[in-house]
């Protein structure tokens, strides 16, 4: 018999997610899965859960929560010979993981896509030691939205972002620190706010940010936005809206395997939504490497 892991945190989104364990086992049961349901209660017991899942030989991991909770699952694989297919019900407020495989932002909907046939391989990101499943910011604007509260983010979803960056910008002007980024064959120093890598075309729920990213493409889709003041920045949140920041006059943008990013000042980043280590930080893709159910196609 095939065995499952329901990994379900249960702070997530609006604190309802108990009510989906029974459902979701329920479904995995029918479908001729042995399941195991783990709850977590602090940070680290996601990917504790998930190591365990790895070596025991699961077939598949359940993660049920936000981006935070994803974040810490995929972390579980890091280094594993055996990794579990990774099934996703988002119960977040942002869910840009969810949104670039389009599995539904509904948790009843994306239950019931856990028996789907497709399996999407999905590139992991590495980030020094770790893992990340979809974006990595740094520069002062960067730590900014680590501070955007779940409230704003359930009242004003990915706009909330926007509102903390025009606080920043409004508050200090100039927000910018020196950044060394290196590439592959290539290097950009200069002042900059915010330098933003993503495996995926969705960032913060703004589902256009790198409309071209492929999620198993084996890239880095890389934004150095560079210096900005308050005018410019309605013009540079138009572009991200439209769909077309690479083109904007003060963005920056290039695909890389391996990037490098450092700054003589203490500089903090943002990983998949939350706080991260400060710069210098060593970024690379793992082509294809988690399996992740995704609904049938119609
Ligand atoms: N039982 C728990 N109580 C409180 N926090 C927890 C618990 N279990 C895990 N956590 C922590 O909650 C963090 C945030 O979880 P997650 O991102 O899944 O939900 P969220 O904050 O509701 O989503 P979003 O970030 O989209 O708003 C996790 O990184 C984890 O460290």
Redesign the pocket.
């Known amino acids: 018999m095939q065995q499952a892991m329901i990994i379900i ?5 609006k604190e309802d997610a108990l009510e989906y364990i029974s459902q979701a086992e329920e479904i995995l049961q029918n479908n001729g899965y042995m399941v195991t349901v783990n ?8 990917t504790r859960f998930c190591i365990t899942a790895c070596r025991e030989g699961y077939e598949l991991v359940v993660s049920i ?8 699952v995929i972390n579980g694989m890091i280094d594993q010979e055996h990794r579990p297919r990774l099934g996703i019900v988002p ?5 840009d993981f969810a949104r670039a495989l389009q599995v539904p932002l509904d948790p009843g909907q994306a239950i019931a896509a856990l028996t789907s046939s497709r399996i999407q391989p999905v590139d992991a990101g590495r980030l020094n030691d770790r893992l990340f499943g979809n974006v990595v910011a740094a520069g002062s604007l960067a730590e900014t939205l680590s501070g955007v509260s ?1 409230d704003d ?2 009242r004003l979803g990915a706009f909330a972002y926007f509102k903390e960056g025009f606080k920043e910008l409004a508050g200090s002007g100039n927000p910018a620190h020196s950044l060394t980024i290196q590439y592959d064959g290539g290097i950009w120093e200069g002042e900059s706010p915010l330098f933003v890598a993503a495996l995926t075309n969705s960032v913060g729920g703004f589902e256009k940010l790198a409309p071209g990213a492929q999620v198993d493409d084996g890239l880095l889709h890389c934004f150095i936005i560079k210096d900005l003041n308050i005018f410019n920045t309605l013009t540079v949140s138009i572009s991200l809206l439209l769909g077309n920041l690479k083109d904007h006059k003060d963005v920056i943008y290039f695909t890389a395997s391996h990037v490098t990013v450092s700054s003589p000042a203490p500089v903090r980043t943002n990983v998949d ?2 706080e991260g280590p400060a710069l210098p930080i060593r970024l690379s893709t793992l082509p294809r490497y988690v399996q992740v159910i995704v609904p049938e196609e119609e």
């Open positions: 945190n249960p702070s997530s989104g709850e977590t209660a602090k940070e680290g017991d996601a929560g936000g981006d935070g909770t994803l974040h810490e119960l977040g407020t942002v869910n779940s983010k359930s939504g939350e």
